[in-house]
């Protein structure tokens, strides 16, 4: 029997029907969940807007260029996180608003250090309040401000020094970004240390992270789709993450001068002009070298506390140039010298072949840099068994003549 060539044109013309019908249902199905999304998005955000007040505790300062207003109170946002926020008469980040006497019958233990040290999490989750309730015997002073350096390590210690506050041990928290707010950042405004923002600023985004952010804000169903495939991909050692103004999380300039060449031609926060790499190495240890001698003629001793980001975990190794400057600088200097950079290689190591980024969602605050809670916690306990080792003590009354050098000698 032969077949008749119009049933196959009828067929063929049949067949074409239903995938026409299924892209556009697709597409108006499509269409219909982003419109909803937006909607549900909208009404979200005006929800928070009236029930969210921001903290508000951030100010501009003629000698740090910002920090935290004393006594305040509120709530902090970063990223999708809400946390509440106190400072104390210092000015200093603290479990709740309270008055900072000038002498403490407890040894006290000033932290400082930026972001990773005030940290963007709860109270709780920092790793300074962490150590603080492993130790009630001791009072921590927690000097951490987002973006602070070397420079205003110095700044800070001199401030609560001049103000009479009794400090009997010094621990800094030196960040890999701290380059480059050195190098491209700050600028000292005179001799006094006092430091000033930078003259010019580059900032830039990607297509793709402009389109990113937008489904952030307005299509929130959207974006809890597309993080979900993000965190999969990344539990499976696909290191990427857009972020702006770095592109990826996993590979950020501010931060990739440990492993690789970074851009020194542009000013910040996407490169290290004017000073560029070196010259922010340099000024880094010229400040701590000032604090360090603040500090020796008083006979009160420092430690140096260095960390990996989520770069490093990546690119770089435990013996990373990071660890190796500041452990050469505390040489001779130092009452101790703790690098975080092994730990968390070692929680690398420990995730399994089938979910070789497992390191990164159980330890980070996702999308972002710093540390959650289990990171902090490893930050933690290496401070805790350095403070167990070696304790501090209340400081001996400063003295003049040979009992202060011989008291100073003794620190070396």
Not at 65 to 87: D, L, M, V
């Amino acid at each position: 029997m032969t077949p008749d060539p119009t049933s196959f044109q009828s067929q063929g013309r049949h067949g074409r029907v239903p995938l026409t019908l299924l892209l556009a249902s697709l597409a108006l199905s499509a269409a219909a969940f982003l419109t909803l999304d937006w909607f549900y998005s909208a009404k979200i955000r005006r929800t928070s807007k009236s029930t969210v007040k921001s903290s508000a505790c951030g100010v501009p300062d003629k000698v740090r260029q910002h920090a935290f207003r004393p006594n305040c109170a509120g709530i902090e946002h970063w990223g999708k996180n809400s946390y509440e926020f106190f400072t104390n008469s210092l000015g200093f980040r603290d479990d709740r608003i309270r008055q900072v006497p000038l002498t403490d019958a407890k040894p006290r233990i000033l932290m400082l250090g930026d972001s990773f040290t005030e940290s963007k999490t709860p109270w709780r989750d920092s790793y300074v309040s962490k150590v603080a309730v492993h130790f009630p015997q001791y009072d921590f002073l927690n000097g951490g401000v987002a973006s602070y350096s070397p420079s205003n390590y110095l700044n800070v210690t001199r401030m609560v020094l001049a103000a009479g506050v009794e400090v009997d041990e010094v621990i800094v928290f030196i960040d890999i970004s701290d380059v480059q707010d050195e190098a491209a950042f700050y600028r000292d405004v005179d001799v006094s240390g006092a430091v000033t923002g930078p003259s010019r600023e580059l900032w830039s985004m990607s297509r793709y992270i402009q389109t990113r952010q937008l489904i952030t804000k307005y299509f929130l169903l959207t974006n809890y789709i597309l993080e979900f495939f993000e965190r999969l991909l990344v539990r499976q050692g696909y290191y990427h993450l857009p972020r702006w103004p770095w592109n990826n999380e996993f590979d950020m300039d501010p931060s990739a001068w440990t492993y690789r060449k970074v851009n020194e031609t542009d000013p910040f926060p996407v490169g290290f002009a004017p000073l560029g790499v070196e010259g922010g190495i340099a000024k880094e240890e010229a400040k701590m070298t000032l604090l360090w001698g603040e500090l020796e003629k008083r006979n009160v001793p420092m430690s140096v506390v260095v960390y990996p980001r989520s770069d490093q975990i990546v690119h770089d190794t435990a013996d990373s140039r990071q660890v190796r400057i500041w452990r050469e600088w505390c040489e001779g200097k130092c009452k101790n010298f703790i690098s975080l950079f092994g730990a968390f290689l070692a929680v690398k190591d420990q995730c399994p072949w089938s979910q070789p980024g497992c390191w990164y969602l159980s330890h980070f605050v996702y999308g972002d840099s710093h540390y959650n809670g289990a990171g902090n916690a490893l930050v933690a306990d290496a401070v805790i068994k350095s403070l167990e080792k070696s304790p501090p003590a209340k400081r001996r009354p400063q003295t003049s003549g040979p009992a202060k050098q011989a008291s100073s000698s003794n620190l070396r």
